[in-house]
Structure formats: structure tokens, C-alpha cells
DNA sequence: GGGACGATGTAT
DNA sequence: TACATCGTCCCT
């Protein structure tokens, strides 16, 4: 396997959440692969976290691209998120396991209590010893539509920021 | 200090 | 459709 270079993060951000469909996530000896994403384009999307300004929470999205954004979701839940820097990111919303995968990964949740993803691995970058991005097999048919559970956003619920691999059965939702 | 609110998932 | 559960943000 081999890593994604850092120019691939040096993107727009839709652009690079189109193209993270079909790679490959890996932590440790688990391998998915991406096929559902979600971008977050910046401090003006009022759906993206850094709209509220930047603080410790979002202040890895205003780092450079291609690190690892983690929070935690209703005080349960785990989302992992790649960022492209300006603060902006793409959410990875399902995989489709490869390897080493015992539980379902798809939705945002699933995927990281799947691979095991925490608070723990936020900022890292995505191309570590442990956790990182690599070259997977490029998505058949893609579609794109609006967020998910986004809806507080406005006019920004709306736009077609979703991304997914058409037909995938391992697309959540 | 305290209240409102989630980029979700599961059970009812 | 109800709700579990807690960090973040802002003081409405």
C-alpha cells in the first residue's frame, strides 16, 4: 500500500472529498474503504464548525491539510474528518471494510468505533506510522446530494456537499 | 456556574 | 419518534 502524497490534500476541499472515494483508510491492521464523504468548506459554511470561529476545537482545521480532524458527537459518538486546511474538512462517513474490519463502518459513528478511532488521534498527521491514508481502487459511479443531519445550516443544508459511491451497500443511510 | 445544542445510532 | 450522554460555546 502506498501513502496519498501531501498535494493531495492541497485542494479544494470538494475536490478532495470527491477523490477520497475508492482510498483507503488505515489504523493499525485495519484497512476500509472510503466509499460515503462529506465537505465542510470553511469558516463562511455555516454547517462547518469553524463558522463559529476559530478555537480549540476547530483550530486543526486552520493547520496545514491532510491531519486528522476527531470530535466527539452527541456525547457518544466519534467523527473523523481529514482536513484541507483554511478551515475546512471532509467527514468520513462509511467504509467498506478490506481487511480486519469485525464491525459494520458505515456511518460516521460505526466507522470509528470499527477502527477504533478516539479523541486520541486528533491532529495527527495522515500519513503516520499508525493511522493513514492510502491508494485504494477508484469508485465505480459517483453521486453527490446534501449533508446529513445538517438541517440548523440554513441555505447551507442544501448544497450537494455528500458524496458517495453509487450502489455501494456499505453507503449509510 | 449553567443551559442549549449537536456533522449519531439504537430502540420503541 | 424517543432518547442516551457530554464537550463546546456562549451567556440568549
Known amino acids: 500500500m502506498r501513502a496519498l502524497p501531501p498535494s493531495f490534500y492541497a485542494r479544494p476541499t470538494l475536490q478532495v472529498a470527491r477523490a477520497l472515494l475508492g482510498q483507503h483508510l488505515v489504523l493499525g491492521e485495519k484497512v476500509g474503504r472510503i466509499v460515503e464523504t462529506e465537505g465542510y468548506v470553511g469558516p463562511h459554511d455555516l454547517a462547518c464548525h469553524s463558522s463559529k470561529g476559530r478555537t480549540a476545537r476547530t483550530e ?3 493547520g496545514p491539510p491532510g491531519r486528522s480532524y476527531v470530535f466527539l458527537v452527541y456525547g457518544m459518538h466519534f467523527c473523523f474528518n481529514v482536513t484541507t486546511g483554511k478551515g475546512a ?10 481487511a480486519n474490519l469485525s464491525r459494520r463502518a458505515d456511518g460516521p459513528g460505526r466507522l470509528t468505533a470499527a477502527l477504533g478511532i478516539t479523541v486520541a488521534h486528533n491532529g495527527l498527521a495522515l500519513n503516520g506510522p499508525e493511522l493513514w491514508l492510502a491508494e485504494g481502487t477508484p469508485p465505480s459511479r459517483v453521486a453527490r446530494g446534501p449533508r ?21 451497500p456499505h453507503v449509510s443511510g
Request: hydrophobic share 50%.
Open 148 to 168: 446529513i443531519g445538517v438541517d440548523y445550516a440554513r441555505e447551507w443544508a442544501a448544497k450537494p456537499y455528500r458524496y458517495w459511491e453509487r450502489d455501494n
Open 89 to 98: 474538512a471532509v467527514l468520513i462517513r462509511a467504509l467498506e471494510p478490506v
Open 60 to 62: 486543526v482545521m486552520f
